[in-house]
């Protein structure tokens, strides 16, 4: 299970190394996308199907699913890492993400999210802040019960 945080750096090139102990899960060959919040998100290439998770089975006709698509496989990428882990995260990717030079890793299950360090600890700060009120939203829609 990908969990924890870890801080990283992008050197000029936009090379990165992913952590250690999220390469022995995921593996060297990745796919990293647009994420949710200007987050990135990376899966192993055996994974890559979680991204779509949501919108497996529903109808091409609908324009969630369409839209949904495109956004998190229309901006993908496939990256090999080296013999310690690097990689060069994409330009159109460091942009969506508004990442500069200290980033953050963050293990979430079954992927990680790739964030600008000071913009994490900005939303970590709301995230914080209104846990409560969140888990409880999310608690009302498990129990079937109304918003």
């Given at each position: 299970?990908?969990?924890?945080?870890y801080e990283g750096k992008i050197d000029s090139?936009?090379?990165?190394?992913?952590?250690?102990?999220?390469?022995?899960?995921?593996?060297?060959?990745?796919?990293?996308?647009?994420?949710?919040?200007?987050?990135?998100?990376?899966?192993?290439?055996?994974?890559?199907?979680?991204?779509?998770?949501?919108?497996?089975?529903?109808?091409?006709?609908?324009?969630?699913?369409?839209?949904?698509?495109?956004?998190?496989?229309?901006?993908?990428?496939?990256?090999?890492?080296?013999?310690?882990?690097?990689?060069?995260?994409?330009?159109?990717?460091?942009?969506?993400?508004?990442?500069?030079?200290?980033?953050?890793?963050?293990?979430?299950?079954?992927?990680?999210?790739?964030?600008?360090?000071?913009?994490?600890?900005?939303?970590?700060?709301?995230?914080?802040?209104?846990?409560?009120?969140?888990?409880?939203?999310?608690?009302?829609?498990?129990?079937?019960?109304?918003?």
């Amino acid at each position: 299970m990908l969990i924890g945080q870890y801080e990283g750096k992008i050197d000029s090139k936009g090379r990165t190394a992913l952590p250690k102990k999220f390469r022995e899960i995921l593996g060297d060959k990745l796919i990293i996308t647009l994420g949710y919040e200007n987050a990135l998100t990376v899966v192993s290439e055996e994974n890559w199907k979680a991204l779509l998770e949501g919108t497996e089975g529903r109808p091409f006709i609908e324009s969630e699913t369409r839209e949904t698509q495109r956004f998190l496989l229309g901006g993908a990428s496939n990256v090999s890492l080296d013999g310690k882990g690097r990689f060069i995260l994409p330009g159109y990717l460091r942009e969506f993400g508004r990442i500069r030079e200290n980033v953050v890793f963050i293990g979430l299950s079954r992927y990680v999210e790739i964030w600008d360090k000071k913009r994490w600890e900005e939303y970590r700060k709301g995230l914080e802040k209104n846990i409560d009120a969140i888990s409880k939203r999310l608690t009302k829609k498990e129990g079937g019960g109304n918003e």
